[in-house]
C-alpha cells in the first residue's frame, strides 16, 4: 500500500471541473499545472494568495468509507435524504447538476504521471477525508447561493451520494435555505461501494512550488460521472415547471449524459420556464466532442432564453473577435434566445439584445480571488430578469455583486454576501474607460445603446444614451434592502 502524508491549506484561488475521487483505472487521464504566478486579464493583475493552517497535517491511511444511507443488508444504501419538489412553490431559480464538493490540499508532490501511480495516488487521498474546515460547496452551488443571498427562492436538482460529503453539501444548502431535488427514481437501490453513486469532489493540490494540480474523477473517465440516470423523474419534472428560471452550464456534461441535459432543456421549454446557459470552458471542447456533445451544445445555444460566455468563449463559438458582434450572431442562430450576456472581465460587461446593446463598466476593487465571480454574476442577472429591472441596471448589480466576490476568498459560502454588495455599489467607483467602449460600439447598427457612465455630460455623444450610475444605485438599492430586511439573505 502507498502512504503518503499532505498538509493541509484553506481554500484557494482556482477553477476546475467538478470531479469525484478515482476508484477505477483511468481511460483519459489529463494532468493540469498551473503556476500560480500573477496574471493580467483586461488590464488588471490578479493575485493568487496563499493561506497556510500552520502545523495541520494529514496522513492518509488506508479504511473503510463511511455511507449515510441505511443498508439492505448486502452492501447496498437505500437513498433517505432526497428533498421532494411536491409542496415547494414559486422556485425562482432551479440549477441543473454540476453539484461538488470542492478540497484543497497542499501536497509534496503533485500526482504522478502515470495511469497507475497516479490512481494509487488518488484512491488514497479519497480514503480518508480531511478535516471538514478545507471543504467548501462547489460547482453550481456557487450560483444557487449567490442567488438565495439576493433573496431569490433557490433549488438545486442534481445527484449526492450516500456519505459524509453528500451530507455536508445537503447542510450546507439547507443553511443557505436551497432546497435540494433529487434525481434518482423513489426506491433505487444504491450500491455504496460504486463510485457512480459517490458525491461528486474536485481536490484541489498545490505543491511547494505552488503549482495547481487538479485530481478529478471526470479526468480518468469516458462517460459522465452519473450516465447512470436516464430520465427526468416526476420530482424533477415538478421543481422544473415550478422554476421561473432552470440555470444549466457546461460542466453539467461532466455529470449528465446529453441525452438527459436535453431532455430538461425540452421540458422546460414546453413548461414556459426560462432557460439560462453557460457554456464556460466547455463549451469549447463540446464544440469538438462527440456527436451527442456536439448536437445537445447546439441546442442549448438556440433554445435557451439567456446565453451568458465571456469574450474568450464567445469568439471561440461564433469565430468573431468582436464581442457585439459575436453576441449578435449567437441571438440571430437563436430561436428563443433573448438576451446574450457577454463577461468581458475587469472591462465590465455587456448585454446584447435583438433591438438594443447596454454596456456597464465593472467596479473597481481589490482581487483578492476571481473564483465563482462569474457564478455570482449570473445569479444576479437572474435577480434582473425575474425582477423586470432595466436591462444596464440588471449589469450594474451584476457587476457589483461578482466584483463583491473577488474581494473575499474562495467561493461556496465565500461568495459575495448582500451587505457587500450594498457597500460596494454606495461607493460607485467604476473601471470607466470611454475610448475602449466608443471604439467597441462604434459603427454598430443597431436600435438604442445604453452605457452606463459615472456622471452623465451632456452632448457627451449622441450615438450613446448614458445612465448615470448613482441614478442606477438609487434604484437598486431599496430593492436590495427590502430582501435583505426581509431576512432572506446573509449579511
Known amino acids: ?14 477553477h476546475a471541473p467538478s470531479s469525484h475521487p478515482i476508484f477505477s483505472l483511468p481511460l483519459n487521464p489529463r494532468q493540469f499545472v498551473l503556476p500560480l504566478s500573477p496574471h493580467k486579464t483586461g488590464g488588471s493583475i490578479y493575485h493568487n494568495p496563499v493561506f497556510i493552517c500552520k502545523g495541520t497535517q494529514l496522513s492518509v491511511p488506508s479504511h473503510g468509507s463511511a455511507s ?20 415547494i412553490e414559486n422556485i425562482d431559480v432551479a440549477t441543473l447538476g454540476n453539484l461538488c464538493v470542492d478540497i484543497v490540499l497542499n501536497v509534496p508532490k503533485l500526482p504522478p504521471r502515470s ?23 462547489g ?38 435555505g436551497i432546497s435540494m431535488v ?8 444504491v450500491d455504496s461501494s460504486n463510485a457512480s453513486y459517490e458525491t461528486l469532489l474536485c481536490w484541489v493540490l498545490v505543491d511547494p512550488l505552488q503549482r495547481h494540480g487538479f485530481c478529478s474523477r471526470a479526468d480518468f473517465c469516458k ?28 460542466y453539467g456534461f461532466d455529470e449528465l449524459s446529453p441525452a438527459l441535459i436535453m431532455l430538461a432543456l425540452d421540458y422546460a421549454v414546453e413548461v414556459g420556464t ?18 451527442e456533445e456536439r448536437q445537445a451544445l447546439s441546442h442549448l445555444l438556440k433554445m435557451s432564453d439567456v446565453l451568458l460566455l465571456t469574450s474568450d468563449e464567445a469568439e471561440s463559438l461564433t469565430g468573431i473577435g468582436n464581442p457585439i458582434l459575436a453576441g449578435q450572431e449567437l441571438l440571430k442562430n437563436g430561436i428563443r434566445t433573448k438576451w446574450v450576456i457577454i463577461k468581458m472581465g475587469s472591462r465590465g460587461s455587456i448585454l446584447v439584445t435583438m433591438s438594443s446593446i447596454s454596456c456597464a463598466p465593472a467596479f473597481k476593487v481589490n482581487v483578492i480571488d476571481t473564483v465563482g465571480c462569474g457564478d455570482s454574476f449570473v445569479a444576479a442577472i437572474a435577480f434582473g430578469y425575474i425582477h423586470n429591472i432595466p436591462l444596464v441596471n440588471t449589469l450594474a448589480i451584476a457587476n457589483a455583486v461578482g466584483a463583491a466576490t473577488a474581494m473575499g476568498c474562495g467561493a461556496g459560502r465565500n461568495v459575495a454576501t448582500l451587505e457587500k454588495v450594498i457597500e460596494l455599489m454606495r461607493a460607485s467607483n467604476i473601471n470607466e474607460d470611454d475610448e475602449f467602449w466608443n471604439e467597441l460600439v462604434k459603427d454598430m447598427d443597431t436600435g438604442v445603446i445604453t452605457f452606463l457612465s459615472k456622471m452623465v455630460i451632456n452632448g457627451r455623444n449622441n450615438h450613446v444614451n448614458h445612465v448615470a450610475l448613482q441614478k442606477v444605485v438609487s434604484e437598486l438599492l431599496p430593492k436590495l434592502k427590502d430582501n435583505r430586511l426581509e431576512g432572506k439573505v446573509a449579511s
Open 1 to 14: 500500500m502507498h502512504n503518503y502524508t499532505v498538509t493541509l491549506k484553506s481554500p484557494l484561488p482556482y
Open 139 to 176: 460547482g453550481n452551488c456557487n450560483m444557487a447561493i449567490a442567488a438565495a443571498r439576493l433573496g431569490l427562492h433557490c433549488a438545486t436538482i442534481g445527484h449526492v451520494g450516500d456519505e459524509i460529503y453528500g451530507q455536508f453539501l445537503l447542510d450546507v444548502l439547507r443553511e443557505e
Open 115 to 137: 495511469r497507475e501511480a497516479s490512481f494509487a495516488y488518488m484512491q488514497e487521498l479519497s480514503k480518508s477525508p480531511p478535516d471538514k474546515k478545507y471543504w467548501e460547496a
Open 274 to 291: 426560462s432557460v439560462f446557459f453557460d457554456p464556460g470552458p466547455r463549451g469549447k471542447s463540446l464544440l469538438t466532442g462527440t456527436p
Open 223 to 250: 462517460d459522465p460521472a452519473f450516465s447512470w440516470m436516464t430520465k427526468l423523474t416526476e420530482e424533477v419534472k415538478m421543481a422544473i415547471k415550478q422554476s421561473k428560471i432552470l440555470f444549466c452550464n457546461g
Open 182 to 189: 433529487g434525481m434518482s427514481e423513489d426506491g433505487d437501490i
Open 68 to 87: 449515510l444511507g441505511p443498508s439492505n443488508g448486502n452492501g447496498a444504501a437505500v437513498h433517505d435524504w432526497k428533498v421532494r419538489s411536491v409542496g
